[in-house]
């Protein structure tokens, strides 16, 4: 009942699940279920036995379309939260884990739904829950060839998105009739989902990552949009800042920094080399050009089924309870630019997609990189230029 | 630094948190802060004294934007999650907060966000937490006249962004596309942005809440969308099946008796109504049909800044750590029909955001309920008759 695929990843699963002395996982996070499974949704679980088996509790009406999407051993379907609880029971039981140990998601578990996993009708009382979050990131981080396909494919709908964004930049449109424009484009462009879309525009580029408002573009306004796509069960990450008329010196010299300074840090993506340094090139260039304390929010990210996800520099990784990852391995993903550099009265902000590839970088996103964009014919020579230069 | 409206809110939070023995909370979660402060945002925190003093901590690049939105008496920038911590830790130190109890919202947080929060360089070891979810349940649930303003604002581009994606369906477009429509249309009405849209077709919509794929409408489909705009902060809820063709007789039948047994619970609501009891006469027509097992979920749920929130049903309530509400007042607004009737290889779902009104319900969301649409005239006589009705 399991694809090759499917089999190879829970036997990696059972593998590391007995180095770090867990006898069962019971997954809730749509994406980590996705990956061991085929499918991941909210309001279902998946446990998982140290032996590599695999049981599903799913909405009864959700029964029909989980077995024809994902890879399992037993599945059951619950009527409501009782039903769930004691459907966990059950499992529990029929695996025979009366002790022992069961990896649960600290970072994706809220409190009160810990207290429903772990509920005395749920969980054996000797079963002692414990985090899990890192062994899933883990194995999460290296991308199988079809696994980047994939991550292409939501890059080249990304671009598609920028695109559509860009193009309905001017004086006069909402920040969310922008946002619009993207993710309409995207799912016309087969993205089936989409996470959050950033657009801030104005005073609101300073903002960390600002979501769209009503708020309408007026010329001259510097215009943030960063979008993440899912085809196929994957992400991709493009943020681009462009300007809704014609930027000051200022504005271009930061742009013009800042595109350097990511440039430079996709420059020495490969594998080996460590998230530390990557983000360390990235800081330095801003930081010795006086914008040390304009800076926030790591620069490098995972990019898979989540559109942020392992590795994560060590900073970020402690809120997301993730480890220090080592030096990177080839074919991770990444997202390089995500710090931004916020002035004060304005920000900008340019990210791609990138995988770790053994001698340099393989970048995904190639949506035009520039500050002025000339509308509707955005491949300039000088950013063909770029892209290529990018693409190694 | 606080208008008349946060003054009264925050006055009566401290109220509240006197009755419940809370020295404080420490809120994280967007809608709660909004609520109380005119701002919600993730990464950022609200500090509440029992004295009704609050104390902002948002990322350094959005001090400018959040001061010129909220209402609050002390604000702090931080750099990264240490310096979050080190200003929760400053907060507790400058309101003399050494010991007593501080609620934290236990239905939002995830176990790694409540170990930051309660970390011991962030809170004092003698404060003890504890779930602060229902407290700032009940003060939302009962409306404002202007939040109701807010939230018929909100149906109305609920009801825009219906027409979009229901003129969009026909066979050959995705579930994807659908969606697009609802959204771009909703953006375009001035929303600024929507929780997730929900579309699913054929046998999908069998699934309790599906959301859309790349699959394609086949003729005589039957189509389930769901969209939740976010308009000056408040949200609607608005659920529509219709069917890509002619529905079979078998479908027909089940439709008008899931929007029978909908308009017979609307017909219900008012002040002093139960939750049990709305959902006792939803639930009976469907049962007393044939059709017991083939609900899923609570048909009610409030609406507000959250497009479902407080008042939730008992069972549901247990998962989201919500009390059983007593007898609804007026002024709640919740969306009736959210059960939806799932046969198996389909399923119809019809769902409407009302006021709780002292004599009767208010339909804020006035899409025609018809499983076949006539294309771009969608208000025929009959249907506009029925809106009457559910009008009053």
């Known amino acids: 009942m399991k694809s090759p695929v499917h089999q190879r990843r829970i036997e990696n699963c059972s593998r590391r699940m007995k180095e770090h002395g867990l006898d069962a996982l019971l997954l809730t996070k749509p994406s980590n279920m996705f990956y061991l499974t085929g499918d991941g949704r909210l309001c279902a679980y998946a446990m998982v036995t140290q032996d590599g088996e695999i049981a599903l509790g799913v909405p009864s009406t959700d029964v029909e379309d989980v077995t024809a999407l994902a890879h399992f051993d037993h599945i059951v379907g619950f009527e409501d939260?009782?039903?769930?609880?004691?459907?966990?029971?059950?499992?529990?039981?029929?695996?025979g884990l009366k002790a022992g140990t069961v990896g649960l998601e600290y970072t994706f578990l809220t409190q009160s739904m810990l207290g429903m996993l772990?509920?005395?009708h749920a969980k054996p009382k000797d079963v002692v829950p414990t985090d899990c979050t890192h062994l899933l990131s883990e194995m999460r981080m290296v991308?199988?060839?079809?696994?980047?396909?994939?991550i292409r494919a939501a890059a080249k709908v990304a671009d598609v998105g920028m695109k559509a964004a860009v193009a309905a930049v001017k004086p006069g449109v909402t920040e969310s009739e922008v946002a619009a424009a993207a993710e309409s484009a995207m799912r016309h462009a087969g993205a089936e989902e989409f996470w959050r879309t950033y657009v801030a525009a104005g005073p609101r580029t300073n903002i960390a990552h600002g979501l769209p408002t009503t708020r309408k573009l007026h010329?001259?306004?510097?215009?943030?949009?960063?979008?993440?796509?899912?085809?196929?069960?994957?992400?991709?990450?493009?943020?681009?800042t462009v300007c809704a008329g014609k930027p000051t010196a200022e504005q271009q010299a930061a742009y013009d920094l800042y595109l350097r300074a990511q440039q430079a840090t996709i420059a020495k993506v490969r594998a080996g080399v460590g998230m530390v340094e990557l983000e360390r090139t990235m800081h330095d260039i801003l930081k010795d050009a006086g914008h040390g304390k304009h800076i926030?929010?790591?620069?490098?990210?995972?990019?898979?089924?989540?559109?942020?996800?392992?590795?994560?520099?060590?900073?970020?990784?402690?809120?997301?309870g993730e480890k220090e990852p080592p030096p990177l391995p080839a074919n991770v993903v990444i997202s390089v630019g995500n710090c931004g550099l916020y002035t004060g009265p304005w920000g900008v902000r340019v990210e791609d997609t990138n995988v770790v590839g053994v001698d340099g970088p393989i970048t995904l996103t190639r949506y035009p990189r520039a500050l002025t964009q000339v509308a509707r014919k955005p491949a300039t020579t000088k950013t063909r230029?770029?892209?290529?230069?990018?693409?190694r």
Do not use: W
């Open 118 to 120: 772990t509920h005395p």
């Open 296 to 320: 926030f929010g790591p620069p490098i990210h995972g990019v898979g089924i989540e559109f942020e996800e392992a590795p994560l520099p060590p900073g970020h990784a402690f809120f997301h």
């Open 143 to 150: 991308k199988e060839p079809a696994e980047i396909e994939r």
């Open 219 to 240: 010329k001259g306004d510097l215009v943030m949009i960063d979008v993440h796509p899912i085809v196929n069960g994957y992400s991709a990450d493009i943020c681009r």
């Open 385 to 391: 230029r770029t892209r290529r230069k990018t693409r």
């Open 81 to 95: 939260e009782v039903g769930m609880i004691h459907s966990i029971a059950h499992y529990f039981e029929h695996f």
